[in-house]
Nanobody, 121 residues
């Protein structure tokens, strides 16, 4: 009922930048909290950044000052600007959205399919 489609991943050298996008579509009334998670090989999925409907943000200590999460509520799209990338940022990045459906009016925790980010040293 809800599709989250990520884009913007790829291969970049250390110190470079990437901007991830996540577009939500489907049976959506509104989107509350949105977040980006990442999972590196052999590691657990971890929260990278989150943003509330009102714009309050939260970041993992490892990305503070380098990554910026944002959202465009009119377009149901969220972004993750990643600067000063490091090899340890290499992972599959997933967007996550707390969606209220239009019909029926219930909440749904939705995930994208993931996009690979690889940072070479």
């Amino acid at each position: 009922q809800v599709q989250l489609v990520e884009s913007g991943g790829g291969l970049v050298q250390a110190g470079g930048s990437l901007k991830l996008s996540c577009a939500a579509s489907g049976n959506i009334f509104n989107i509350r909290r949105v977040a980006w998670y990442r999972q590196a090989p052999g590691k657990q999925r971890e929260l990278v950044a989150a943003i509330s409907t009102g714009g309050s943000t939260q970041y993992a200590d490892s990305v503070k000052g380098r990554f910026t999460i944002s959202r465009d509520n009119a377009k149901n799209t969220m972004y993750l600007q990643m600067n000063s990338l490091k090899p340890e940022d290499t992972a599959v990045y997933y967007c996550n959205a707390d969606v209220t459906l239009r019909n029926p009016p219930v909440g749904l925790d939705s995930w994208g399919q993931g996009t690979q980010v690889t940072v070479s040293s």
